[in-house]
């Protein structure tokens, strides 16, 4: 198990590194660049190239690349181009409103997820079922965006229910402690701080939450319809045992297995959702810095976003590995 | 054991009586298909039944049909399936629940499918030790070690906590055997036990439900395609074609002098090391798609090389000849082997 981790996490290494070639090139062989950018109509060719020169790119790539590594090694991934502040901070900063609102979101996709799923499967071509089917399909369908600016125009500005954006009201005195916003105001005790931050969550989370809900829905749907129909299941009938016994040992226990394959699947690609999400309830997180840094080409950004990107993924599907060796004894690590 | 002996527990009132018991199943866009089409047999305490036949005779829809183990919807069973006088198809699912894996369970055909891949073996027996008899963690742990070690699993302690990946087919059968006989039922199912099994492990199974039925008392149905399960095995042995019995009687009758051509043509395809060099198996022609509905004649007459005309007109009634039931117009005469 410990030898299976720490493997994995030694290809990590490898995997960043030729990441790295590849986001590094990419970036650069995009049209426009920072100079231009930057400066926008007021750009000439020999400002665009004093500005080149001061910020390196008059290089060739390969030495732009090594100098870049050469300081990644030591922790260094540059300073933003925009705000000249390292960008690790930058993020560092970022990071928790990000996490918190891709952590709500999972946790409403999850928890809504199964069990519909799974009373879909139970009913199936049942109404339920079919408005389930329905839903799902529109719920994947639906761009984040739009669904966003829906929910903040009926929830938010009709209804008033909630706050249209933002991660705090004005005005709210909260404590910094994690930088995540609910978490912060428990810690410290400021209950209004945490419940206030709470209900900036709930749109923004719920928007965001759709297409992975949607998603787990469905694979609930089809995993739980065909290990109903599966021999251990008969053979569990046949033994009488109660229907409670049947649902959760085994139906329910064979039927998550690739559902927690899913989860794992989504929770890598809810970062790119988060863009999107953010740039309409103006959360500053993490899509904020992405969004603002493509729009600016600051590269130095934008490929330390790129990997962090990256090695999200990778450790969730780590995490993915781990939970289903444990769940599933069939699998062994080795 | 011996024909004789099995006749002598085959004395007294029927365990499990099933009377023209139908299956039908719907199909989407065509006529519905008739699986079981008004089955009778009975089954005494401690006897060993045969119900034979090729597949897609409706042996397995038979079995699951009294367990009341075919799926919720889309089909439906008519029909009569008596236990204790108490008819199992009128029961609550509750009621029948509480039955199942108590008084009457069953054996299924593929070991490795029928048990649960994520669940170890010691729990999948236990959970039915605790639901039917109440047993405590502890004391159920015990008695599935025991149970374990009756079917032949050896260091049966150590076994409880492996899953069902980890042991031969031959042992997960041997556990399936042993869930199905926790609680003492007093009729066994067995659909098929021997078919995915290495044919060196299926006398051995064989052998050892034979003697586990005989040990607890049991009755025992035993479902096959295999003629040569039978012979050693059942009591008494129903031929079915069709979804109907086509012939029924005593084991070694049936086999001395089989009279439906059917049961004949079954006979004469085996491959037997007495027969003459050089002769040739016969197999019967066509295949179960052949059939003819029962409503317009016998079902077996397109395949049939005894049919005359009347088969195709006329529905063959079952018919009690010298203790065994056919259903034939043409039946094989009795001295003909």
Redesign the interface.
Same mark, same amino acid.
């Given at each position: 198990m410990l030898r299976f981790v720490v493997r994995r996490l030694l290809q990590v290494v490898p995997t960043l590194l030729l990441l790295s070639v590849l986001v590094f090139a990419w970036l650069r062989s995009l049209p426009g660049g920072p100079a231009s950018a930057f400066l926008g109509d007021r750009a000439t060719p020999e400002r665009v190239a004093e500005l080149n020169r001061v910020l390196g790119l008059d290089q060739p790539v390969w030495v732009q690349y090594l100098r870049f590594l050469g300081r990644a090694f030591t922790g260094d991934l540059g300073n933003s181009q925009i705000t000249g502040e390292p960008v690790l901070s930058e993020i560092g900063r970022a990071l928790p409103a990000t996490v918190e609102l891709s952590v709500a979101a999972l946790l409403i996709a999850v928890t809504l997820g199964i069990p519909l799923g799974y009373l879909s499967a139970r009913h199936r071509g049942r109404p339920l079922d079919v408005a389930t089917v329905i839903g799902t399909l529109v719920g994947v369908a639906v761009p984040v965006f739009f669904l966003g600016y829906l929910l903040k125009a009926v929830f938010a500005v009709e209804l008033g229910l909630f706050p249209p954006s933002g991660r705090q009201s004005v005005g709210i005195d909260a404590t910094n402690v994690t930088g995540f916003a609910v978490l912060d105001g428990l810690l410290t005790r400021e209950l209004d701080a945490s419940w206030d931050a709470l209900t900036h969550l709930v749109l923004p989370a719920v928007a965001l939450a759709t297409i992975p809900l949607a998603v787990i829905v469905r694979i609930t749907r089809a995993s739980v319809l065909d290990v109903l129909g599966? *021999?251990?299941v #008969? $053979? %569990? &009938? %046949?033994?009488? @045992? %109660?229907?409670s $016994?049947v649902r959760g +040992?085994?139906v329910l +226990? &064979?039927a998550l @297995?690739p559902v927690s394959t899913t989860i794992g699947l989504q929770t890598g690609l809810l970062l790119a959702g988060a863009v999107l999400t953010e740039k309409v309830f103006v959360w500053g997180g993490i899509g904020t810095l992405l969004a603002q840094g493509i729009e600016q080409r600051d590269y130095p950004r934008l490929q330390a976003l790129l990997l962090l990107g990256a090695l999200v993924y990778v450790l969730v599907n780590l995490l993915v590995d781990l939970s289903y060796a444990i769940? *599933?004894? #069939?699998v062994r690590l080795s | 054991m011996s024909a004789a002996a099995g006749a002598e527990r085959g004395i007294g009132a029927p365990l499990l009586e099933v009377r023209d018991l139908r299956v039908t199943f719907a199909r989407r866009g065509g006529p519905d298909t008739v699986a079981v089409d008004g089955v009778d047999f009975a089954v005494a305490p401690g006897e060993i039944v045969g119900l034979v036949g090729e597949s897609g005779c409706g042996k397995s829809v038979t079995s699951l049909a009294i367990m009341r183990l075919l799926p919720e919807r889309g089909n439906r069973v008519a029909g009569e399936v008596r236990m204790d006088g108490i008819d199992l198809l009128g029961l609550s699912d509750a009621a029948m629940r509480e039955r199942r894996g108590r008084d009457l369970s069953m054996v299924f055909q593929d070991p490795l499918s029928s048990l649960n891949p994520v669940v170890p073996i010691g729990v999948q027996v236990t959970e039915v030790l605790r639901r039917h008899r109440g047993m405590r963690k502890e004391p159920a742990r015990r008695e599935a070690a025991e149970l374990l070690d009756r079917v032949g699993i050896p260091d049966p302690r150590r076994r409880l906590g492996s899953y069902p990946h980890q042991l031969s087919g031959g042992m997960r059968q041997r556990a399936l055997i042993a869930i199905a006989l926790a609680c003492r039922p007093r009729l066994l199912i067995a659909d098929e036990p021997t078919t995915a099994l290495d044919v060196t492990i299926q006398a051995q199974i064989l052998g050892l439900l034979a003697e586990l039925v005989a040990e607890t008392g049991a009755a025992l149905i035993m479902i096959t395609h295999d003629l040569g399960v039978v012979a050693g095995l059942c009591d008494t042995v129903n031929v079915l074609y069709g979804g109907r019995i086509v012939e029924r009687s005593q084991r070694h009758r049936l086999f001395a002098t089989p009279r439906h051509p059917y049961t004949h043509g079954l006979l004469s395809s085996i491959p037997r090391l007495d027969s003459a060099p050089g002769e040739e198996l016969v197999a019967i022609p066509g295949s179960v798609n052949d059939n003819l509905p029962w409503a317009h004649g016998c079902a077996f007459a397109p395949r049939c090389p005894r049919a005359m005309e009347a088969c195709e007109q006329r529905t063959p009634a079952p018919e009690e000849i010298g203790g065994r039931l056919l259903r034939c117009h043409n039946p094989v005469p009795a001295s003909a082997g």
């Amino acid at each position: 198990m410990l030898r299976f981790v720490v493997r994995r996490l030694l290809q990590v290494v490898p995997t960043l590194l030729l990441l790295s070639v590849l986001v590094f090139a990419w970036l650069r062989s995009l049209p426009g660049g920072p100079a231009s950018a930057f400066l926008g109509d007021r750009a000439t060719p020999e400002r665009v190239a004093e500005l080149n020169r001061v910020l390196g790119l008059d290089q060739p790539v390969w030495v732009q690349y090594l100098r870049f590594l050469g300081r990644a090694f030591t922790g260094d991934l540059g300073n933003s181009q925009i705000t000249g502040e390292p960008v690790l901070s930058e993020i560092g900063r970022a990071l928790p409103a990000t996490v918190e609102l891709s952590v709500a979101a999972l946790l409403i996709a999850v928890t809504l997820g199964i069990p519909l799923g799974y009373l879909s499967a139970r009913h199936r071509g049942r109404p339920l079922d079919v408005a389930t089917v329905i839903g799902t399909l529109v719920g994947v369908a639906v761009p984040v965006f739009f669904l966003g600016y829906l929910l903040k125009a009926v929830f938010a500005v009709e209804l008033g229910l909630f706050p249209p954006s933002g991660r705090q009201s004005v005005g709210i005195d909260a404590t910094n402690v994690t930088g995540f916003a609910v978490l912060d105001g428990l810690l410290t005790r400021e209950l209004d701080a945490s419940w206030d931050a709470l209900t900036h969550l709930v749109l923004p989370a719920v928007a965001l939450a759709t297409i992975p809900l949607a998603v787990i829905v469905r694979i609930t749907r089809a995993s739980v319809l065909d290990v109903l129909g599966s *021999d251990f299941v #008969r $053979t %569990a &009938n %046949a033994k009488g @045992l %109660a229907p409670s $016994t049947v649902r959760g +040992r085994h139906v329910l +226990r &064979n039927a998550l @297995l690739p559902v927690s394959t899913t989860i794992g699947l989504q929770t890598g690609l809810l970062l790119a959702g988060a863009v999107l999400t953010e740039k309409v309830f103006v959360w500053g997180g993490i899509g904020t810095l992405l969004a603002q840094g493509i729009e600016q080409r600051d590269y130095p950004r934008l490929q330390a976003l790129l990997l962090l990107g990256a090695l999200v993924y990778v450790l969730v599907n780590l995490l993915v590995d781990l939970s289903y060796a444990i769940i *599933d004894p #069939r699998v062994r690590l080795s | 054991m011996s024909a004789a002996a099995g006749a002598e527990r085959g004395i007294g009132a029927p365990l499990l009586e099933v009377r023209d018991l139908r299956v039908t199943f719907a199909r989407r866009g065509g006529p519905d298909t008739v699986a079981v089409d008004g089955v009778d047999f009975a089954v005494a305490p401690g006897e060993i039944v045969g119900l034979v036949g090729e597949s897609g005779c409706g042996k397995s829809v038979t079995s699951l049909a009294i367990m009341r183990l075919l799926p919720e919807r889309g089909n439906r069973v008519a029909g009569e399936v008596r236990m204790d006088g108490i008819d199992l198809l009128g029961l609550s699912d509750a009621a029948m629940r509480e039955r199942r894996g108590r008084d009457l369970s069953m054996v299924f055909q593929d070991p490795l499918s029928s048990l649960n891949p994520v669940v170890p073996i010691g729990v999948q027996v236990t959970e039915v030790l605790r639901r039917h008899r109440g047993m405590r963690k502890e004391p159920a742990r015990r008695e599935a070690a025991e149970l374990l070690d009756r079917v032949g699993i050896p260091d049966p302690r150590r076994r409880l906590g492996s899953y069902p990946h980890q042991l031969s087919g031959g042992m997960r059968q041997r556990a399936l055997i042993a869930i199905a006989l926790a609680c003492r039922p007093r009729l066994l199912i067995a659909d098929e036990p021997t078919t995915a099994l290495d044919v060196t492990i299926q006398a051995q199974i064989l052998g050892l439900l034979a003697e586990l039925v005989a040990e607890t008392g049991a009755a025992l149905i035993m479902i096959t395609h295999d003629l040569g399960v039978v012979a050693g095995l059942c009591d008494t042995v129903n031929v079915l074609y069709g979804g109907r019995i086509v012939e029924r009687s005593q084991r070694h009758r049936l086999f001395a002098t089989p009279r439906h051509p059917y049961t004949h043509g079954l006979l004469s395809s085996i491959p037997r090391l007495d027969s003459a060099p050089g002769e040739e198996l016969v197999a019967i022609p066509g295949s179960v798609n052949d059939n003819l509905p029962w409503a317009h004649g016998c079902a077996f007459a397109p395949r049939c090389p005894r049919a005359m005309e009347a088969c195709e007109q006329r529905t063959p009634a079952p018919e009690e000849i010298g203790g065994r039931l056919l259903r034939c117009h043409n039946p094989v005469p009795a001295s003909a082997g």
